[in-house]
C-alpha cells in the first residue's frame, strides 16, 4: 500500500503483478500463482484506466519505469505457459470519512488481464516498459469457446441436441 495525494485527493494505492502457471498433474491441468511482484509508485510513469460502454469492462495501459527489470524479476521468458495479471487497488481516503457512502464508491478495484507487452529503451539505463490490460472476467470471456460451456452442460449429451436456452437454464 503507499499513500499518495494527488490534487487535492488523499489516495491509497496498491499495484501488484501477478504471475499464473499452469501445470499438468496427472490428465489435470491446475492454475497456480506463480509470483507476487508489488510495483512501486515511483517506477510509474503513467498509469490510464477507461470504461466506456462500447468496451465491457475497465481497460488500460500503465508504464512503468524499468530500472528494477521487472520483466526479469517475474521471469516472462521462460517458455511456461503462464498469465500475468495486474491487480490495482485505488482508493480514496478522504471519501471513506464521508458518511452515507458504499465501500464500493470510495475506491476503483479490479484484477486485468495483461493482453500485450512492449517496452522501450533509450539507452542501456533508461527502458520502459508498458502493459496493456483488461479487467479479468472480460477478458476470460473473450478468450472462452463455446464448446467450454456446452461440453460442461448436461443437456450437452441429449441425443437430439441441446438449445441454447436449455445450456443457460443448466447453468443456473
Do not use: C
Not at 68 to 76: E, R, S, T
Not at 119 to 130: G, K, Q, R, V
Request: zero cysteines; proline letters at 1%; hydrophobic letters at 40%.
Amino acid at each position: 500500500m503507499s499513500f499518495n495525494i494527488l490534487g487535492d485527493h488523499n489516495l491509497d494505492i496498491d499495484i501488484k503483478l501477478i504471475k499464473k502457471i499452469r501445470k499438468v498433474n496427472g490428465e489435470q491441468i491446475t492454475d497456480e500463482i506463480e509470483q507476487v511482484v508489488d510495483i512501486e509508485l515511483s517506477s510509474i510513469n503513467s498509469l490510464q484506466i477507461d470504461d466506456n460502454l462500447m468496451r465491457m469492462g475497465l481497460y488500460g495501459i500503465i508504464e512503468i519505469n524499468n530500472k528494477a527489470n521487472i520483466l526479469d524479476v517475474i521471469g516472462i521468458n521462460n517458455g511456461q505457459a503462464e498469465d500475468l495479471y495486474i491487480a490495482i487497488s485505488i482508493k480514496d481516503l478522504e471519501l471513506e470519512k464521508e458518511a452515507g457512502l458504499k465501500p464500493h464508491q470510495i475506491k476503483v478495484e479490479f484484477l486485468g488481464l495483461v493482453e500485450k507487452t512492449t517496452t522501450a529503451s533509450a539507452n542501456f539505463e533508461d527502458n520502459l516498459i508498458m502493459f496493456e490490460f483488461e479487467e479479468a472476467i472480460v477478458a476470460d470471456m473473450h478468450h472462452t469457446s463455446w464448446d467450454q460451456f456446452t461440453s460442461q452442460s448436461e443437456v450437452n449429451n441429449k441425443p437430439e441436441g441441446a438449445n441454447v436456452v436449455e445450456i443457460v437454464n443448466s447453468f443456473l
